[in-house]
């Protein structure tokens, strides 16, 4: 608790120089800051080299003074944050973030540094933790109802004339270093300011304030007790007049009474300065932390320094900036400081230099620079020595293991599941997201689209360590606590289709142990679910967890039979649950035809004596692209399908359109039938290829009444917009110059190149060097060609 360094005698300063004259006769010295002000946090440092007290006492929740002493560990490097979490609720949690320029992180290390005993002192975090939104301290209510909540930067900016709370705080502190002659002059001009709000404001609008402010008066007087008068106080600003008021023991005591309990949990976490620009959390919501750590850290010439710091970031990204550009920025900054009445040039002034000077007008590389420098991705760290529940403890390990370190700046991660590494690395992050611990999201391969690889995106939130937290119920270790969570999703879930999704989890996150409970609920649940649609939903998790098994060498047996069952009861009662369908089920259907599709291809190709599944699945569509009772929208899909499997000829599907697109037909229907055989993939390609469909379709169009003609509108647009540009193009040409008879190419070959019956010899011969040299042939050792040959070859 005494926030002692190493081998320094407890209790002894480092320096025995008495405190200057005048430093404590008012009592305490108050220090009322703004946190995460590097202005702030540099006036702090002088006053207490100045005043040098007997003890350091810090806003924050006193649960944490013996994690105290750990700001002497190197590893322990801001930003961090003090977690609070119920022990029986994790996520019941709250967090004091502390950056490198945060006034109460300054005086964290003044004390440790020289021995000097530390404590913190505002209401402890087993009763902010517990206390209800409703729940408010005795006597809050006088003050809350009178007026809202103040901001009471925006308030002093607003009386000294200003319309902007953070360039107020700039001129007035952060470009005004601390007098060496005065260092706590600044405290008691700002402690002057804050008595005026408080008069005005009363607790302006934060009852809750009372109670907190009444513990830390508590504090403060045991503190002054124990030390003399040489205390040191350093809290927000807003708290300092609460604190010098006069107030009696009772008082205060009868404020804390009844005040709810919890058993809590304190550790260090890391953090980050994106997220210390959010606007939540204690004491977050600055716009600039990036900046504001600039400012801290620079020894002299900060806007140089600035500058010179973007020119480097916008030099690796090959942007061409010269030292000439800086020297200009600069001047620039300095004259529209100058211009606009300020006395050193702030963020507002350098960004307007950066975008005009090393940016040439652009936004676009001046979001790099705000997202990269002004924010910035910096992450804390956090040393091994400080309290972590296992969960936390265990993934550390795996993180070193495997050689994952958490960073907070985005980043893609490929992996290649044939290497152990790799496939470890993959099992971790999808224990993890199994456990709500969303370190990182699958993405879609640039490359390769094999099960054998797999692409995430990692970024590291200092939020997820409230979800290990929470996940520490599960178990000890991330496989345990995975395994765990598995079993008690199956068991819990509602819908076959999160069963079948569990399944394919445990199989990506390697839970041999969880797959038989799962693999069990599965089967129950798949005998007594009679919906097809729910049955159609499942299948496809079913058939991707078997391939996912093959990749990683994981016993699939049970998924096989289930998959296999599954997917015979699909072909039975599809038929019947596609008739009458509206509009909207029809569309959710025709996802389900289309989905079980491509999953029956797999399963048939993945299991061994199941044969029969594509021959059963094909005699499905036939039936349903037969039935007048099934909507249009899958018919035409029906069909489509058959089409792509080379089941049925091109004649066939000429009929089946002509029946389809007859008069006969209402023109809602027939357009619903156009969208499910020439919507989704490659659907315009075929009509470009095929000019008898395409004629049937422009035929068709063309006799649609004019009063039925907006109805069936919506229908064809969503259908044609999905179309690639190129297609599109194509399409209108060949519509506009007519369908010919027969195959359209051959009537118009000069206006369709590349659309004959026949391949062209002379065209494809000229790709046959460049095709040589690919596949290192030489000239003499030709590659032998058929007539067939040319079927693969683009014309």
């Known amino acids: 608790m005494d926030g002692l360094l190493p081998g320094l005698p407890g209790g002894e300063r480092v320096s025995d120089a008495p405190p200057p004259a005048g430093a404590f006769d008012a ?373 070193r293991r495997l050689r994952l370190k958490p960073e907070a700046l985005e980043r893609e991660l490929e992996l290649d599941l044939r290497k152990d590494t790799d496939a470890a690395r993959a099992r971790l992050l999808h224990r993890l997201r199994l456990l709500g611990v969303g370190w990182g999201e699958p993405a879609r391969s640039r490359g390769s689209t094999g099960t054998f690889r797999e692409t995430w995106r990692l970024r590291w939130e200092p939020e997820l360590s409230v979800r290990i937290a929470e996940a520490g119920v599960w178990g000890t270790t991330v496989l345990g606590a995975a395994t765990a969570k598995a079993e008690a999703d199956a068991i819990g879930a509602r819908a076959l289709a999160e069963v079948t999704a569990l399944a394919e989890q445990c199989l990506l996150a390697g839970l041999p142990d969880a797959l038989p409970v799962v693999m069990r609920v599965l089967a129950d649940r798949a005998a007594l679910d009679a919906d097809v649609g729910h049955l159609a939903q499942a299948l496809p998790a079913l058939v991707r967890s078997l391939r996912y098994g093959d990749v990683r060498g994981t016993d699939t047996g049970a998924l096989a039979d289930v998959a296999a069952a599954l997917a015979e009861r699909v072909f039975i009662g599809l038929p019947p649950a596609c008739t009458t369908l509206d509009t909207v089920a029809a569309q959710e259907m025709r996802g389900h035809v289309d989905a079980v599709h491509g999953a029956v291809g797999l399963l048939a190709e993945t299991l061994t004596g199941h044969d029969e599944l594509r021959p059963r699945w094909r005699a499905v569509l036939r039936t349903l692209s037969r039935r007048d009772t099934v909507p249009g929208l899958i018919r035409g899909r029906a069909v489509r399908l058959l089409l792509d499997d080379g089941v049925l000829e091109a004649e066939d599907v000429a009929r089946l359109m002509g029946l389809a697109l007859s008069p006969g037909t209402l023109p809602g229907d027939a357009a619903a039938w156009v969208e499910g055989f020439v919507g989704g993939g490659g659907g315009g390609l075929l009509l470009v290829h095929d000019e008898r469909l395409l004629g049937l379709v422009d035929a068709w169009l063309t006799s649609v009444p004019a009063d039925a003609f907006t109805d069936v509108l919506p229908l064809l647009r969503r259908t044609f917009s999905a179309y690639e540009p190129g297609v599109r193009r194509t399409l209108g040409e060949l519509v506009r110059r007519g369908p010919g008879s027969g195959t359209g190419a051959t009537a118009h070959p000069a206006t369709s190149p590349g659309f004959a019956p026949e391949p062209d010899t002379g065209r494809a011969d000229a790709v046959l060097p460049v095709l040589r040299l690919l596949l290192g042939l030489t000239p003499a050792q030709p590659e032998p060609m058929d007539d067939n040959s040319y079927a693969g070859v683009g014309t």
């Open 27 to 399: 009592g305490p010295l108050l220090l009322g800051v703004r946190h995460h002000g590097p202005g702030s946090a540099r006036a702090v440092r002088a006053a207490l080299d100045a005043a040098s007290p007997a003890v350091v006492l810090i806003e924050g929740p006193p649960e944490a003074d013996p994690l105290i002493p750990l700001a002497a560990d190197p590893g322990l490097r801001p930003p961090v944050a003090l977690l609070a979490h119920a022990v029986d609720e994790p996520g019941r949690s709250a967090f004091w973030p502390l950056a490198e320029f945060s006034p109460e992180w300054v005086a964290i290390r003044w004390a440790v540094e020289r021995g000097v005993p530390a404590r913190f002192i505002d209401l402890p975090a087993t009763h902010s933790l517990a206390w209800e939104e409703d729940t408010e301290p005795a006597g809050a209510e006088e003050g809350a109802a009178e007026h809202a909540r103040v901001d009471p930067l925006a308030a002093l900016a607003e009386a000294a004339g200003y319309d902007d709370p953070e360039r107020w705080w700039e001129d007035a502190v952060e470009h005004r270093g601390p007098g060496r002659d005065e260092p706590f002059a600044p405290f008691a001009a700002l402690e002057d300011a804050m008595g005026a709000l408080r008069e005005r404001y009363g607790d302006g609008g934060r009852p809750r304030d009372l109670a907190r402010e009444a513990y830390m008066r508590l504090q403060i007087r045991a503190a002054r007790k124990e030390s003399g008068d040489e205390v040191a106080v350093v809290c927000g600003a807003w708290h300092v007049p609460a604190l010098r008021a006069k107030a009696t023991v009772t008082a205060d005591r009868a404020l804390l009474k009844g005040l709810p309990k919890l058993r809590t949990d304190l550790t260090w976490v890391p953090w980050t300065h994106r997220r210390l620009a959010r606007s939540s959390g204690y004491g977050a919501g600055i716009d600039s932390p990036g900046w504001y750590a600039h400012l801290f850290g620079a020894p002299d010439r900060p806007v140089e320094r600035w500058l010179t710091k973007v020119a480097g970031l916008l030099r690796e990204e090959d942007r061409i900036v010269s030292s000439a550009h800086v020297i200009e920025a600069v001047r620039l900054a300095d004259t529209l400081a100058v211009m606009r009445g300020r006395p050193l040039p702030g963020l507002t002034e350098t960004t307007d230099a950066v975008r005009a000077v090393l940016c040439e007008g652009s936004d676009v590389p001046l979001s790099l620079v705000y997202d990269r420098l002004v924010v910035g991705d910096v992450l804390g760290e956090v040393p091994e020595s400080a309290p972590a529940v296992p969960l936390q403890r265990d993934l550390a390990r795996e993180q």
